[in-house]
């Protein structure tokens, strides 16, 4: 984030126009090759890596493709969220890192707004719940209680690699979601990029 945040200034604080022609970090990025390494999350096995319990954390011999695109989109998009999608996030237990670079999707730099992606502050005007952080008994109401809030139709978008697959901690909701939004914590171009993607949009 501070990386981005310098760039900002010597460039001049300005919405990124073209994501492609930015700076690419080597975490989060697709990993490739190969790695003996005895990853703390069985992130590899049987030469397999995995993306959704990657932590992204570096130690291993698999390198960095810079390649953002650490998502999946598992269904098609209702519809009607084509020129709209209401993104409510709820934070089952993260260390916050995931809810900051949720949220700084919303700032100037990346400006989500523009391709009609906003933030609503309750699940009772969203499309999409956007879940975060470790699964835990007893936020298992408490989703419930927001997913019956939600008019149809509405999505569930998993976010981070302890919501995908319990990251660190281990405890997932062993859910597939409608669209999996890898990293820890994702960052806001494999976001804007993941949602868009989902809405049919240019990238
Ligand atoms: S980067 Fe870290 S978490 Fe990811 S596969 Fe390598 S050791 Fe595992
Ligand atoms: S996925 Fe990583 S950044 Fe997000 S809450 Fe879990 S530990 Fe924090």
Same mark, same amino acid.
Not at 179 to 196: K, Q, R
């Given at each position: 984030m501070?990386?981005?945040?310098l760039?900002?200034?010597?460039?001049?604080?300005? !919405?990124?126009?073209?994501?492609?022609?930015?700076?690419?970090p080597?975490?989060?990025?697709?990993?490739?090759?190969k790695s003996?390494?005895?990853?703390p999350?069985?992130?590899?096995?049987?030469?397999?890596?995995?993306?959704?319990?990657?932590?992204y954390?570096?130690?291993c011999?698999?390198?960095? !493709?810079k390649d953002?695109?650490?998502?999946?989109?598992?269904d098609?998009l209702?519809?009607?969220?084509k020129?709209s999608?209401?993104i409510?996030p709820?934070?089952?237990?993260?260390?916050g890192?995931c809810n900051?670079?949720?949220?700084s999707?919303?700032?100037p730099?990346?400006?989500?707004?523009?391709?009609?992606?906003?933030?609503?502050n309750?699940?009772?005007?969203?499309?999409?719940?956007?879940?975060?952080?470790?699964y835990?008994?007893?936020?298992?109401?408490?989703?419930?209680d927001?997913?019956?809030?939600m008019?149809?139709?509405k999505i569930?978008?998993?976010?981070?690699?302890?919501?995908?697959?319990?990251?660190?901690?281990?405890?997932?909701?062993?859910e597939?979601?409608n669209?999996?939004?890898?990293g820890?914590?994702?960052?806001?171009?494999t976001?804007?990029?993941?949602i868009?993607?989902?809405?049919?949009g240019?990238k």
């Amino acid at each position: 984030m501070s990386q981005w945040f310098l760039k900002g200034i010597k460039k001049g604080i300005k !919405t990124e126009k073209n994501f492609d022609d930015k700076f690419k970090p080597d975490y989060p990025s697709r990993l490739e090759g190969k790695s003996g390494y005895n990853c703390p999350v069985n992130a590899i096995k049987n030469g397999e890596w995995d993306e959704n319990k990657c932590i992204y954390c570096g130690k291993c011999d698999l390198k960095p !493709t810079k390649d953002e695109k650490i998502y999946k989109i598992n269904d098609k998009l209702p519809k009607m969220f084509k020129k709209s999608l209401y993104i409510y996030p709820l934070d089952s237990g993260t260390c916050g890192a995931c809810n900051a670079e949720f949220n700084s999707i919303f700032y100037p730099q990346y400006d989500a707004n523009r391709f009609n992606i906003f933030l609503s502050n309750t699940p009772r005007h969203a499309d999409a719940l956007l879940l975060m952080g470790v699964y835990t008994e007893k936020m298992h109401d408490v989703m419930i209680d927001a997913l019956d809030a939600m008019p149809d139709p509405k999505i569930i978008i998993g976010f981070g690699s302890c919501a995908l697959s319990g990251g660190i901690l281990g405890s997932s909701i062993n859910e597939k979601f409608n669209v999996e939004i890898a990293g820890c914590p994702p960052d806001p171009y494999t976001i804007i990029s993941a949602i868009l993607k989902y809405k049919g949009g240019v990238k």
